[in-house]
């Protein structure tokens, strides 16, 4: 009879480890009991009693196994739970619920494409979870692949079947109908979110996704309406912040930069600004005061509300600003008696001052206005000699006579990405084939190959390569006839300098653009150009080379 002693040690230690929620030690344990055991049966195959211990054995690991991957799921210890449901398919595991909880983990590891494999895998060896379809259509929605949308929103539809009152669902169907290129249907997202919400009138994400619905379809009323209901179950940070978003986009600056300074304590991506110990200006009088004015979010943003830092001067003695090293000349050249200095290289403990305001927080304290924008005429500007410089270096060329210069900018930097503002370049190209057009592209993100790539017969001139800071590229501006340009930076820095401008905006445009279609509202240079559905920009790029005809 085979002695077990030694190697039941390695079993209880193995189960130790595995209550004690050290997995990989129980692992370790657990696996050299079964090779121990292993090889005692190579040694005797017939020992039916031997074959009882290793399968008592293995289901004992199995057990313990998904005990913990199950621990370590509700932990959040995703790597944990998953190496032991990798154990557990090595094992051939029974309980199919494995493969539903390795598709669980990869979704939180944002591992998309896994995740829908082991879903699929799940989906064919399970048909008694009753919450199957939802779990399919959730897997196929989360993929990012815009091409399953339709398998996900058929999942949700035979989920709805069984489970007609299950809110959850209509509000995932009303996402799909919302987010998705191929089945966009803003009716049809009202339709299942008024749904949801009908079955679950108190949820704040059914709220706030009615919200959304209502701001997309052009009615503000019942969006605001709305957002009193959700001012008194109780708003986050995120939430102050939308509902700022919603009241600017509508021309609302008093709530809109009221409620918009909720974006430093975001829940979500919240806005960054540095801790500084000196007090934050607010408003009160500090006429015999250094004022610093300091950067906050992107190149654009500065750009946009930069001209408000030359209006602090009558508020403070003194003013300075920070603004990013690549604003820093074109900053200087603009407003020549405020001291500026570059972020990347300068430290706040060496600086002068007694109050810093954020730049975007001057709207709120001033009370700004739509009517009381500043500067909408143009407010920053090149020295003469750095704009002829410029057009003597890159574009005196005979063959630019006579021709129309036109800049075109169609993206934005990489965290613009996703929100609809940025315009293929292929829907510029038949700008480059009207008569005595020359077109220079200014996208900092792309390098002379990309254009080449467009075709022989594309003329497209890559100027930003030329640019080594917003000195060179608003010396640029200057130089051409017109800018066309989408939400981008170049886009606001080409109204700041007062060149003339076509500005793209998509059907659902960015919430600061308030006067849309009329005007860009904060620059009389820029003349809008509005999508009259979304991401229709063939028919947008066609109003402007029609205008552009005229000339």
């Not at 692992?27 to 009693?49: A, G, H, N, S, T």
């Not at 051939?92 to 979704?107: F, G, R, W």
């Not at 806005?271 to 500084?276: E, H, N």
Request: aromatic share 14%; glycine share 4%.
């Amino acid at each position: 009879m085979v002695d077990y002693l030694v190697q039941e040690m390695d079993k209880g230690i193995a189960e130790y480890y595995f209550l004690d929620k050290k997995v990989n030690l129980g692992i370790k344990y657990f696996e050299k009991y079964l090779e121990e055991i292993r090889e005692f049966l190579d040694q005797d195959p017939d020992d039916e009693m031997i074959k009882t211990e290793l399968n008592s054995a293995r289901e004992k690991y199995c057990y313990h196994l998904f005990e913990n991957a199950k621990i370590a799921y509700n932990e959040k210890h995703w790597i944990k739970s998953l190496t032991c449901c990798q154990k557990l398919l090595k094992f051939n595991y029974p309980d199919t619920s494995v493969y539903k909880y390795t598709s669980l983990i990869y979704k939180m590891l944002k591992q998309r494409d896994i995740r829908l494999k082991f879903a699929k895998k799940y989906y064919e060896i399970e048909k008694d979870d009753p919450d199957i379809y939802r779990f399919m259509g959730e897997a196929y929605f989360e993929s990012d692949d815009d091409s399953n949308m339709q398998t996900a929103l058929d999942f949700y539809q035979k989920h709805l079947e069984k489970h007609p009152k299950d809110f959850h669902t209509y509000n995932m169907i009303g996402h799909i109908y919302a987010s998705s290129k191929s089945l966009q249907n803003t009716e049809k997202q009202l339709e299942y979110f008024t749904k949801a919400y009908e079955l679950a009138p108190e949820e704040k994400i059914i709220i706030k996704n009615l919200i959304l619905t209502y701001s997309r379809m052009k009615e503000p009323g019942r969006a605001f309406e709305l957002y009193e209901k959700l001012k008194k179950i109780g708003m986050t940070n995120d939430d102050y912040f939308d509902y700022a978003a919603l009241c600017i986009k509508h021309g609302d600056f008093k709530n809109g930069f009221k409620y918009y300074s909720h974006r430093f304590e975001k829940e979500t991506s919240p806005t960054f600004y540095p801790v500084i110990e000196k007090k934050r200006w607010n408003g009160q009088i500090i006429q015999n005061k250094t004022l610093l004015v300091h950067i906050e979010q992107g190149f654009g943003d500065f750009i946009m509300f930069s001209r408000f830092i030359p209006i602090m001067k009558n508020h403070a003695q003194k003013v300075i600003s920070v603004c990013q090293n690549e604003l820093l000349e074109l900053m200087k050249s603009s407003f020549p008696d405020i001291p500026f200095y570059g972020v990347n290289s300068t430290n706040l403990d060496n600086l002068d001052f007694d109050y810093h305001v954020p730049l975007i927080e001057i709207p709120r304290i001033i009370k700004l206005e739509p009517d009381t924008i500043p500067s909408k005429g143009g407010y920053l500007s090149v020295g003469g000699n750095v704009i002829n410089d410029y057009r003597n270096r890159y574009l005196s060329d005979e063959q630019y006579a006579g021709k129309l210069k036109v800049g075109i900018s169609f993206e934005g930097d990489k965290n613009a990405k996703g929100q609809g503002r940025d315009v293929d370049i292929e829907y510029f190209i038949p700008l480059t084939k009207l008569e005595n057009v020359q077109v220079f592209a200014f996208s900092k993100e792309r390098d002379d190959a990309f254009y080449r790539e467009l075709g022989e017969d594309v003329n497209i001139i890559n100027l930003a390569s030329t640019f080594n800071n917003f000195q060179d590229t608003a010396a640029a501006l200057m130089n051409m006839d017109l800018v066309i340009s989408s939400d981008n930076v170049i886009l606001n820095l080409a109204g700041a300098l007062g060149v003339k401008t076509f500005g793209l905006f998509n059907e659902q445009y960015e919430y600061r653009w308030f006067d849309l279609p009329n005007s860009s509202g904060w620059y009389n240079s820029v003349k809008p150009f509005v999508a009259k559905k979304q991401n229709d920009w063939a028919e947008v790029i066609e109003r402007v080379c029609q205008e552009i005809r005229k000339y």
